[in-house]
């Protein structure tokens, strides 16, 4: 009977052991989901993330700001990077349901950049002028300085985060042209623009590779400005911006705070860098 007993005490023991590193590994995993923006960031801190904390596991997946935003409210991610602030709409929802506000902690910064094809001689263009471009108004280069060339397109789709920045600080909220490409990600949107010499896009400066980002101005008489580090940080650069992470406040402590307090220190900021965006000021390190 005793033996018995025994046998029975320690298969719970293992049942037990197992459950609590069942626990510990559930706890160790972080979901990440949205921006297609800080993609290529976001994957680069889970890779680093993951060597020099053995036993975590950060899986990253994009898809837009808007989706990740949904899934951080339906409580399908624990962490949404987002390259656009959540609307006032967004946080009353996740409010209504959770009965608290997400905690918004911002990441790293970005020189939301205008992209030309290399063969374009246009150096710089102005809020109003790219307004005029993107809406429609203007569809041949020569109308602002540039060859007798039409214009071609590129853009992202309305659930990207730098689609309704873009949309929101640059086009005074008027409706992209109907001719624009709608482009699944950052990286779509470089890949049709370096192929196509009559091409223009948008998008995060970490991935201006292979096509030329030009210097922006806010009148059109004004100076224009370059998106660079310096320029970025003192928001000299007019589409300059801040990018994010969302999470719960449920999660504000254990495996989540931790791997998003390493993102935004030392190690984390070096990365950012590394990939090509700007990383935050010390004061909000």
């Known amino acids: 009977m005793r033996r018995g007993f025994h046998r029975m005490s320690k298969l719970w023991v293992v049942i037990a052991t197992l459950l609590l590193s069942a626990a510990a590994h559930a706890e160790n995993n972080i979901t990440v989901k949205g921006s297609d923006t800080m993609l290529i ?5 889970a890779e680093v993330y993951m060597k020099t904390h ?18 951080l409210q339906n409580g399908t991610t624990d962490i949404c990077n987002a390259s656009r602030p959540m609307k006032p709409s967004e946080v009353g929802e996740f409010a209504k349901k959770y009965k608290t506000r997400p905690h918004e902690y911002k990441m790293c910064l970005d020189g939301l950049s205008v992209y030309v094809n290399e ?12 307004e005029k471009i993107f809406t429609g108004q203007v569809t041949n280069w020569k109308e602002v300085g540039g060859p007798d060339a039409p214009i071609s397109l590129y853009g992202r789709e309305n659930s990207s985060g730098t689609y309704e920045f873009f949309k929101d600080h640059v086009l005074n909220k008027k409706d992209f042209a109907p001719a624009t490409k709608t482009m699944p990600g950052t990286a779509a949107v470089i890949e049709g623009v370096a192929k196509d010499n009559g091409g223009i896009g948008y998008g995060g400066i970490a991935y201006g590779k292979g096509v030329k980002h030009l210097l922006v101005s806010k009148a059109d008489d004004g100076e224009g400005i370059e998106p660079t580090e310096a320029n970025v940080i003192t928001m000299k650069y007019p589409i300059s911006r801040f990018l994010f992470n969302y999470v719960s406040p449920a999660s504000d402590s254990g495996a989540i705070a931790e791997y998003i307090k390493w993102c935004i220190g030392k190690e984390g900021q070096s990365l950012v860098k590394e990939i090509g ?4 000021p010390k004061n909000l390190q």
């Open 54 to 71: 053995p036993g975590s596991s950060v899986q990253v997946t994009g898809g837009g700001s808007g989706t990740g935003i949904a899934a």
């Open 119 to 130: 063969s374009n001689p246009i150096k710089k263009l102005s809020f109003s002028q790219i």
């Open 277 to 280: 965006y700007y990383p935050l």
């Open 41 to 45: 960031l976001g994957q680069k801190w």
